[in-house]
């Protein structure tokens, strides 16, 4: 365990459960109901408010539908171009778009990484489906057709005899999860760019493509871009190239070796040096520039699109300022907790936001890579003692196998570490916080790749 004992008691109120995914193991709605059910065995009566969170990545989606935000049901390319059945959220004019779950890693055929000619595509279907969208149903993107075709048009009278608007004002994109690595060609091709070789043939999707780039047309970009924000939903700030940039960082985890790092450097490399020339302005240095193989750097310096925090979208979208109020203690968590969460992961927004209420917060994991080094650093973020499974079961296939009841364990001496009858048990100083021990056995989900 990392950090400090409770310590003084304070006022009782409300448990409030806010985690992302155990990966590998446990979606965050079923962490959040195994603590749940924790908390409710360890402090029986204590009243617990849970919402879904998430970083930009993988489950991102399910936040925002958990707290009302309509699904609608779009087919679109996958990273190699099979469809995949995907969807985004919609309320109130914010639309929030998914790639994890649109052309995500997670949609490789077979689990095969494709570094060369996996695309961005199908996220580019996604935003395309959702400026069209004036409300008619399931629509497919892959095929060019949105919801407007079926309810009469962007603008015009439907099948009813109403007057049709879009209903889209705003769109989230959350990047996290990515395959691919071709510096958004593939969600621009789908949003109306035209990427062209040296006889004016449309190029093939993936990064390797781009090396044979002769020209770049945005001349027939889909017109609503001009009037709809977008946001990016990302916690990555590295430049799209050199030794910080997407391939060097972030392309071994997607399948490519020395080889294919090399050939998609170049190719980059050359791609963006077209649509400078075309923009007028070098955007290749911009932070987040290499997020999700470099749709950072074509959603930020072709579509304009701005850049936060992705966990901080996230809360923002299910009112965690609202569920906070009057709470005792929150719990959070991930699969891994390690120095990128310190960096500004989900448990460390959370822990922000609690910290700015004054409320003491508990994080869980599958295993903590953190040592006495980190402590300061932790105790910083507002996290005062961290827990992880692998404290009550070191072995990590028993680990992974059995991450529900290992949570809901762990939440139970949370609760009777913390909570009490009278109230709640306030940790000692983050200042004072200390290392008792850390678990480093492997996780029940492990880090996120960007």
């Not at 595509?121 to 407007?148: I, K, Q, T, Y």
């Not at 040592?371 to 990590?396: C, M, N, W």
Request: aromatic share 2%; glycine share 16%; proline share 4%.
């Amino acid at each position: 365990m990392l950090g400090a004992y409770p310590g003084a008691m304070t006022s009782a109120g409300h448990v409030v459960v806010a985690c992302d995914k155990f990966k590998g193991s446990l979606t965050a709605a079923e962490v959040v109901a195994a603590i749940r059910a924790g908390v409710a065995a360890g402090a029986p009566g204590r009243e617990v408010r849970s919402v879904l969170v998430a970083d930009g990545g993988d489950g991102t989606l399910a936040a925002a539908e958990s707290v009302g935000f309509e699904h609608v049901a779009v087919t679109v390319a996958g990273p190699t171009g099979v469809p995949v059945v995907s969807g985004y959220a919609v309320r109130d004019g914010v639309a929030v778009v998914e790639m994890a779950d649109c052309c995500g890693i997670v949609h490789l055929p077979g689990g095969v990484k494709e570094p060369l000619t996996a695309s961005s595509r199908g996220l580019g279907e996604m935003v395309r489906a959702a400026l069209d969208d004036c409300g008619a149903g399931p629509v497919d993107g892959s095929e060019g057709r949105s919801a407007g075709e079926s309810g009469g048009g962007v603008s015009g009278a439907g099948a009813s005899g109403f007057e049709t608007h879009p209903r889209v004002r705003q769109i989230i994109l959350g990047i996290g999860g990515s395959a691919s690595t071709d510096g958004g060609a593939g969600m621009l091709a789908a949003l109306g760019a035209r990427f062209l070789d040296a006889e004016g043939a449309e190029l093939p999707d993936g990064g390797g493509a781009l090396a044979d780039l002769a020209s770049v047309d945005l001349s027939g970009l889909h017109p609503r871009l001009a009037d709809v924000p977008l946001t990016l939903a990302s916690d990555v700030t590295n430049p799209l190239l050199g030794e910080r940039g997407t391939v060097a960082i972030f392309a071994p985890q997607k399948g490519a070796g020395v080889f294919e790092q090399a050939a998609l450097e170049a190719a980059l490399g050359h791609f963006a040096a077209l649509v400078t020339e075309a923009m007028g302005r070098d955007d290749t240095e911009l932070p987040g520039a290499g997020a999700a193989g470099g749709v950072g750097y074509a959603a930020l310096a072709v579509l304009g699109a701005q850049m936060r925090h992705g966990v901080e979208i996230v809360l923002d979208l299910v009112g965690f300022d609202d569920v906070l109020r009057g709470a005792s203690l929150v719990i959070t968590g991930e699969g891994s907790l390690d120095r990128q969460t310190l960096l500004g992961k989900t448990p460390a927004g959370v822990a922000a936001a609690a910290r700015a209420h004054g409320i003491p917060v508990v994080a869980v994991c599958g295993r903590a890579l953190l040592d006495e080094a980190d402590a300061a650093e932790v105790a910083a973020t507002g996290i005062e003692r961290v827990y992880a499974l692998s404290e009550l079961e070191p072995d990590p296939a028993v680990c992974m196998r059995d991450a529900d009841r290992l949570l809901r364990e762990l939440a139970s001496r949370v609760a009777s570490e913390w909570l009490a009858e009278d109230g709640v048990a306030a940790g000692s100083s983050a200042s004072e916080g200390s290392i008792a021990s850390v678990g480093d056995g492997a996780s029940a989900g492990d880090g996120a790749t960007a």
